[in-house]
């Protein structure tokens, strides 16, 4: 059986990827940084913001 990649991932789940807590990823959701949807009741943050936002982010140290 094949899974297919996510779309979406929960509050937890969003957190949990990319090592942050639930008050900085709503704090990116409020500033537009990453996208969260509600569906059936649940909040699920796009897989898609969370890849740009990785890809966007400055490196962390310096390149010479």
Do not use: F, W
Request: net charge neutral; with cysteine.
């Amino acid at each position: 059986m094949h899974t297919a990649e996510k779309l979406a991932y929960t509050v937890e789940e969003a957190c949990a990827a990319i090592g942050i807590g639930r008050t900085k990823l709503y704090a990116l959701a409020n500033e537009h940084q990453i996208d969260m949807k509600r569906v059936g009741g649940r909040t699920l943050v796009t897989a898609e913001s969370l890849q740009r936002l990785i890809s966007d982010a400055e490196p962390a140290l310096p390149t010479k």
